[in-house]
């Protein structure tokens, strides 16, 4: 019998002025992260309403980030 791997589902949200600029420099470095992580970009990380992290739990991801 396998036991399967837990792949948690993520959803992020990343500010346009610093944390997207690290994901847009990972990428262009070729470095490779999980396929269940979607990346939201935001003006600012301030401006996320709580709404927002509540409403993509309840859609069924395992966690929700916001990234400044």
Avoid: H
Wanted: aromatic share 14%; charged share 15%; proline share 6%.
């Amino acid at each position: 019998m396998s036991v399967s791997a837990f792949e948690p589902k993520v959803l992020a949200f990343l500010c346009n002025w610093c944390s997207y600029a690290g994901a847009d420099l990972a990428g262009v470095s070729r470095f490779q992260y999980p396929p269940t992580i979607r990346v939201l970009r935001t003006m600012c990380s301030g401006r996320v309403d709580p709404l927002y992290l509540t409403e993509g739990l309840r859609s069924g991801f395992d966690g929700v980030f916001v990234f400044g």
